[in-house]
């Protein structure tokens, strides 16, 4: 057998990651995805069919508040169909956003004995979170091509192409914001406490449990700088065919997204080398 060398140094630059070493770590990836998986639904009853009922129990309860109480407009397709295709991707980003947000005290046992590429840690919350998402997503579709057959105002077509593109997004504003919250939760605690309060405040911020259409001018541009509105709004274009591609509002997202995402990757990189001192 050959021997084997490796070469463990620090990083000299603040965009520095180890893309190449990333490949060499695939399989602890998939232990973190697994560890994750065990550690949500251990000693649950009805354990991966939270996949499908948390959706659900969601999109219904959106559907009685918003839809038929508050008397919100959906676009003309169908309530159940509007919410649990908005829950979804919504549900994604929150996922990523809150699974990342204190990688650095939660794995600190594990940082602080054995070297390995500290990003596995997020990346595998972003996978975890997407298997979360393919389930939702499945059953969306599904209810989706029944509503089409059916002919009740859902319209599957090309633009479906669009999801892929817009779930890369997701994931990487989800990835970028949590591991900036990350890093600064390794000084300030009290970050903990305020990141899930200021999700839900995000959400409402975001067209989830409305459409964009109840906002004209400048309130309606107001909510498009919120990178996830147009993610949001795409997302339902793509899946159901209602409402608008909002082209100008989309490449202003991608902005934001891709410097959301790179100061956090300066954030991660600067934090990684001196949190052992600080948790």
């Given at each position: 057998m050959e021997d084997r060398i490796i070469y463990i140094k620090p990083k000299t630059g603040l965009l520095?990651?180890?893309?190449?070493?990333?490949?060499?770590?695939?399989?602890?990836?998939?232990?973190?995805v697994k560890r994750s998986f065990i550690s949500k639904y251990k000693q649950t009853i009805l354990g991966p069919l939270w996949f499908l009922i948390n959706p659900l129990i969601t999109s219904f309860i959106y559907t009685i508040v918003f839809g038929k109480i508050a008397g919100l407009s959906t676009e003309g397709v169908p309530q159940l169909a509007f919410y649990l295709c908005s829950t979804a991707?919504?549900?994604?980003?929150?996922?990523?956003?809150?699974?990342?947000?204190?990688?650095?005290?939660?794995?600190?046992?594990?940082?602080?004995?054995?070297?390995?590429?500290?990003?596995?840690?997020?990346?595998?919350?972003?996978?975890?979170?997407?298997?979360?998402?393919?389930v939702t997503f499945l059953l969306s579709c599904a209810i989706n091509i029944y509503y089409a057959f059916t002919g009740q105002g859902i319209y599957i077509g090309i633009q479906f192409l669009l999801v892929p593109l817009l779930l890369v997004q997701t994931a990487l504003l989800g990835l970028g914001c949590g591991i900036i919250v990350s890093s600064l939760t390794t000084k300030y605690r009290d970050l903990q406490v305020l990141v899930s309060f200021g999700v839900q405040l995000w959400m409402y911020a975001t067209p989830v449990v409305y459409s964009s259409s109840v906002f004209s001018g400048?309130?309606?541009?107001?909510?498009?700088?919120?990178?996830?509105?147009?993610i949001v709004c795409n997302y339902r274009y793509a899946m159901l065919g209602c409402g608008e591609f909002e082209l100008k509002s989309w490449?202003?997202?991608?902005?934001?997204?891709?410097?959301?995402?790179?100061?956090?990757?300066?954030?991660?990189?600067?934090v990684e080398k001196t949190f052992m001192d600080l948790v």
């Open positions: 520095e990651i180890e893309w190449g070493n990333l490949l060499s770590y695939k399989d602890l990836i998939f232990l973190f991707i919504w549900q994604y980003f929150a996922a990523c956003f809150m699974g990342n947000a204190n990688t650095f005290v939660d794995n600190a046992g594990i940082f602080g004995k054995v070297y390995f590429p500290r990003i596995t840690m997020p990346i595998s919350t972003v996978i975890f979170s997407l298997i979360n998402f393919a400048k309130a309606r541009q107001l909510i498009m700088l919120n990178p996830m509105s147009p490449a202003f997202s991608w902005v934001v997204t891709l410097f959301i995402s790179l100061v956090g990757i300066v954030m991660f990189n600067r």
